[in-house]
T-cell receptor, first 113, second 110 residues
Framework: DSGVTQTPKHLITATGQRVTLRCSPR?????VYWYQQSLDQGLQFLIQ???????AKGNILERFSAQQFPDLHSELNLSSLELGDSALYFC????????????FGNGTRLTVT | GESVGLHLPTLSVQEGDNSIINCAYS??????FIWYKQESGKGPQFIID?????DKRQGQRVTVLLNKTVKHLSLQIAATQPGDSAVYFC?????????FGAGTTVTVRA
């Protein structure tokens, strides 16, 4: 168990809808990362927060947004969902903003129908 | 684009043999590398890391080798066990972004 908790485990929704994925980092970790994993794209970095502030942005669509709250948990919001957004979404956390290993949760599997 | 990549997408290994998984990276400025193992239905699990000021690091049954001259990284697993069957990723942490290679699927034959 990595200590990173993600909810829900599974989510099925329709195109055009909006969903929120939640992540609780390991105790003591200040950085939270979001990744998308699909069969044809592998693990793609979306965004990183450090102690509540956005630190780095990757291939995150404008329909997606995230935030990290004062208690350090994070939420990833996906809106105007499309079939192609179906994927596994992983949250990871680390102690530092860089140069420390990331520890991943077990992901949220999103299915858009 | 990705800064790391793996040489082979699949590797079949006899139980008890040693496994070697290779990875090439392109960014010469990369200074921190991590190997992850991902089992079906789970998130990537940290195995071992190495910084660019080292060329070898050992863990429990695993060794990571870094060759900065040719920008090559490898993961060696000693005495491979059925529980080692998984997808293995190398990753390069650079500018706060952890970039993953495509992964190598390791299958252990009994």
């Amino acid at each position: 168990d990595s200590g990173v908790t993600q909810t829900p485990k599974h989510l099925i929704t329709a195109t055009g809808q909006r969903v929120t994925l939640r992540c609780s980092p390991r105790s003591g970790d200040l950085s939270v990362y979001w990744y998308q994993q699909s069969l044809d794209q592998g693990l793609q970095f979306l965004i990183q927060y450090y102690n509540g502030e956005e630190r780095a942005k990757g291939n995150i669509l404008e329909r997606f947004s995230a935030q990290q709250f004062p208690d350090l948990h994070s939420e990833l919001n996906l809106s105007s969902l499309e079939l192609g957004d179906s994927a596994l979404y992983f949250c990871a956390s680390s102690v530092e903003a860089s140069d420390s290993p990331l520890h991943f949760g077990n992901g949220t599997r999103l299915t858009v129908t | 684009g990705e800064s790391v990549g793996l040489h082979l997408p699949t590797l079949s290994v006899q139980e008890g043999d040693n496994s070697i998984i290779n990875c090439a990276y392109s960014n010469s400025a990369s200074d921190y590398f991590i190997w992850y193992k991902q089992e079906s239905g789970k998130g990537p699990q940290f195995i071992i890391d190495i910084r660019s000021n080292m060329d070898k690091r050992q863990g429990q049954r695993v060794t990571v080798l870094l060759n900065k001259t040719v920008k090559h990284l490898s993961l060696q697993i000693a005495a491979t066990q059925p529980g080692d069957s998984a997808v293995y990723f190398c990753a390069d942490l650079n500018d706060y972004k952890l970039s993953f290679g495509a992964g190598t699927t390791v299958t252990v034959r009994a």
